[in-house]
Nanobody
Framework: QVQLVESGGGLVQAGGSLRLSCAAS??????MGWFRQAPGKEREFVAA????????KLSTSVAGRFTISRDNAKNTVYLQMNSLKPEDTAVYYC?????????????????WGQGTQVTVSS
C-alpha cells in the first residue's frame, strides 16, 4: 500500500522557518512535489524534484525562500521554508509522480498525502 506522510507543519511568526518532511512507503517514486491550498483558494504548485535531485522547480512565489530536497535512502522529500510570510499559510500536500522530470501540473501526480497545516502569523 502506497503511503505519503507529511510532518513538520505548525505555527510560526512571519520571517521564521519550517521544514516539512514527506516519508513515502510502498514503492519507489520518481519525481515528487509539494502543493498547497489556502482557505478559499485552489490547490497550487509549490515545488518539485526529480529522482536524482538534480532537477527542481519552484513557484515564483516561493523561489529564493523555499528549497526542495530529497533523501532517497530514506525515501523522504523535504521542503525547507525560510522567510515565511502570512500568505504562505495553507495546508501543504506532498505528492508522488511516476514521471522522470519534476512537474508543476498536479494532474500528473498519482499519490497524495493527507496534508500538514502551516500557519504564519503576522
Amino acid at each position: 500500500q502506497v503511503q505519503l506522510v507529511e510532518s513538520g507543519g505548525g505555527l510560526v511568526q512571519a520571517g521564521g522557518s519550517l521544514r516539512l518532511s514527506c516519508a513515502a512507503s510502498g514503492r519507489t517514486f520518481s519525481s515528487m512535489g509539494w502543493f498547497r491550498q489556502a482557505p478559499g483558494k485552489e490547490r497550487e504548485f509549490v515545488a518539485a524534484i526529480s529522482w536524482s535531485g538534480s532537477r527542481t522547480k519552484l513557484s515564483t512565489s516561493v523561489a529564493g525562500r523555499f528549497t526542495i530536497s530529497r533523501d532517497n535512502a530514506k525515501n523522504t522529500v523535504y521542503l525547507q521554508m525560510n522567510s515565511l510570510k502570512p500568505e504562505d499559510t495553507a495546508v501543504y500536500y506532498c505528492a508522488a509522480d511516476r514521471s522522470v522530470l519534476p512537474s508543476t501540473d498536479q494532474n500528473t501526480y498519482d499519490y497524495w498525502g493527507q496534508g500538514t497545516q502551516v500557519t504564519v502569523s503576522s
